[in-house]
T-cell receptor
Framework: NAGVTQTPKFRVLKTGQSMTLLCAQD?????MYWYRQDPGMGLRLIHY???????AKGEVPDGYNVSRLKKQNFLLGLESAAPSQTSVYFC???????????FGPGTRLTVL | AQKVTQAQTEISVVEKEDVTLDCVYE???????LFWYKQPPSGELVFLIR??????QNEISGRYSWNFQKSTSSFNFTITASQVVDSAVYFC??????????FGQGTTLQVKP
């Protein structure tokens, strides 16, 4: 069991470039989430999905898009990267109900 | 409003000292879940404990213990006889419907030898 994996681990972009972060989980979880972590601010929810084909906005969705075409994958896209999107991005998954979320190892993104 | 506050930004202790990390939450939900996660220097997030709003029993796991008090909306975390390996950032989080987690700002714990 790999749990939750994220690709890539590190990335440097120039302002205006686009990219997609991939999250994959092998625990058959219904729910998946994308967070960003910035110094002194904890983790903030960007977008989430409660099932294949569904997505919803979290706390800080602007500048990001997501897709959940397959149950095991959750993609986070940046169409036109900005320096304010420099952050560490975490993907997580969970079962429905009050169960814990399992987190991926994170992606460190720098936008110059 | 849903909110989690970890008032202690940084704590520094000497090994073998006991340390308590505070967590205060706000919610109007009657059913909710509280969590603690650990983020060691390597960066991953490690689940430590989950507590639902109907279970106010305190829990002990080895050197770790948690004190949940609905009357004061607090879910504090105590490490007994701290060790250098406990050095990490600790996050308290509140889970709402659809599983969304609201995190506190985190408390950085430094345990010195």
């Amino acid at each position: 069991n790999a749990g939750v994996t994220q690709t890539p681990k590190f990335r440097v972009l120039k302002t205006g470039q686009s990219m997609t972060l991939l999250c994959a989980q092998d625990m058959n979880h219904e729910y998946m989430y994308w967070y960003r972590q910035d110094p002194g601010m904890g983790l903030r929810l960007i977008h989430y999905s409660v099932g294949e084909g569904t997505t919803a906005k979290g706390e800080v969705p602007d500048g990001y898009n997501v897709s959940r075409l397959k149950k095991q994958n959750f993609l986070l896209g940046l169409e036109s990267a900005a320096p304010s999107q420099t952050s560490v991005y975490f993907c997580a998954s969970s079962a429905p109900g009050g169960y814990e979320q399992f987190f991926g190892p994170g992606t460190r993104l720098t936008v110059l | 409003a849903q909110k989690v506050t970890q008032a202690q930004t940084e704590i520094s202790v000497v090994e073998k000292e006991d340390v308590t990390l505070d967590c205060v939450y706000e919610t109007r939900d009657t059913t909710y879940y509280l969590f603690w996660y650990k983020q060691p220097p390597s960066g991953e997030l490690v689940f430590l404990i989950r507590r639902n709003s109907f279970d106010e029993q305190n829990e002990i796991s080895g050197r770790y213990s948690w004190n949940f008090q609905k009357s004061t909306s607090s879910f504090n975390f105590t490490i007994t006889a701290s060790q250098v390996v406990d050095s990490a950032v600790y996050f308290c989080a509140l889970r709402r419907d659809t599983g969304k987690l609201i995190f506190g700002q985190g408390t950085t714990l430094q345990v010195k030898p």
